[in-house]
């Protein structure tokens, strides 16, 4: 976790152009701003920051999900606008979007985690890549990956090498 100091001790001289940062630049808190963010950047600096910063604040997903992230947000604000997030990510090809709200009112608490649940089960139906209607897909490897994605995307991963992908089917009981 810790820098070993002996050893950035001696090339303080390769990135010294760049470490003068403005105080206000998010990429100090911490920040890892998606390079394809595009014009959801605001949004997603303003989601990223109500992740405390020692716990990451990052988003562990594809493109294709900011705006439906960023709807939610824009939804949970309403009800709470001190909610904390935790951790956004993928998981078996669906929306996972851990947060907390602030106000201890169990009506608040319910409607809130109603918003995260409708938001996340609605992931499963939008591609994860571009954003347009998919199906929750599972790749051919050994150990299979679960992603939401259009045929397109799945058609562009596969043309390219990568993970190969077929619309998951519910195994029969
Ligand atoms: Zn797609």
Redesign the pocket.
């Known amino acids: 976790m810790m820098l070993n100091e002996a050893e950035s001790s001696g090339d303080e001289g390769q990135t010294g152009g760049q470490r003068f940062q403005h105080p206000e630049d998010p990429e100090i808190l911490g920040m890892e701003i998606p390079d394809d963010a595009g014009p959801h950047r605001e949004a997603l600096i303003e989601i990223l920051s109500r992740i405390p910063p020692h716990w990451g604040r990052w988003i562990d997903c594809e493109a294709?999900w900011y705006h439906l992230i960023i709807e939610l947000h824009e939804h949970l604000l309403d009800l709470d606008p001190n909610y904390v997030v935790q951790q956004i990510k993928q998981k078996y090809g669906a929306l996972r979007y851990y947060a907390g709200s602030s106000i201890s009112d169990p009506v608040v608490q319910e409607r809130f985690s109603a918003l995260v649940d409708v938001a996340e089960r609605f992931s499963k139906s939008v591609?994860e890549?571009?954003?347009?209607q998919?199906r929750l897909s599972v790749s051919d490897d050994p150990e299979p990956a679960y992603k939401t994605?259009?045929a397109?995307?799945a058609a562009a991963s596969a043309a390219a090498g990568g993970r190969r992908y077929r619309p998951y089917v519910t195994p029969p009981r």
Not at 129 to 132: I, K, R, S
């Open positions: 294709g591609c890549v571009c954003g347009e998919a994605i259009c397109d995307c």
